[in-house]
C-alpha cells in the first residue's frame, strides 16, 4: 500500500506553476530547436525568426515562471537553509541554465536580424551554435527532471 505525501494545500498553486513552468520551458525549447534545424538546412529566414520569438515569448517567460515557483516553494517548505540534493541540482541546472538561456536569446535575436534583412541564414555558424545550446540546455533539464522526480540523496 502506498501512502501519498501530505502537504499543506498552500503549497499546491506555487507547485502547481513550477511544473507547468518548467514544462513549457521544455516544450519551447523543443519547437526552438525544430525551427532553428529548419532554418539550418533550408535557409528558411521565417524560421530563423519564429526560433528567436519562441526564445524571447516562450522560453524566458516560461523559465522565469518555473524558477519564482521554485523559490516560492523552497521558502514554503523551508529548505532554504537545508537543501536537499535534488533541489539543489535543479537550482544549479536553473542557474547555469539561465546563462545559456541569455546567450541563446541573443544569438537568436542576431540571427532573426539578419534574416530580417534579407541575409542568407543556410548553415550560418551561428544558427550551428544556437542548435547547440539549445540541445545543451534541454539536456540540462532532463537532469534537472530526472533529479526532481527521483530524489536522489
Known sequence: MLIAAIRPGDWNLPLFFHVAGAMALVASLVVAL???KIA???GHQPA???AARVVLLGTLPSY????IAAQIVLDK???DKNTPNWAGIGFAVS???FLLLLALLILTGLIARRAKKGIAVTGATQLRV???LTGILLAAYVVAIWAMT???T
Open 34 to 36: 525544430y525551427a532553428i
Open 40 to 42: 539550418r538546412e533550408r
Open 48 to 50: 530563423a525568426q519564429f
Open 64 to 67: 522565469l515562471v518555473m524558477r
Open 77 to 79: 517548505e523551508h529548505l
Open 95 to 97: 542557474d547555469f541554465g
Open 130 to 132: 544556437a542548435g547547440v
Open 150 to 152: 527521483t530524489k536522489p
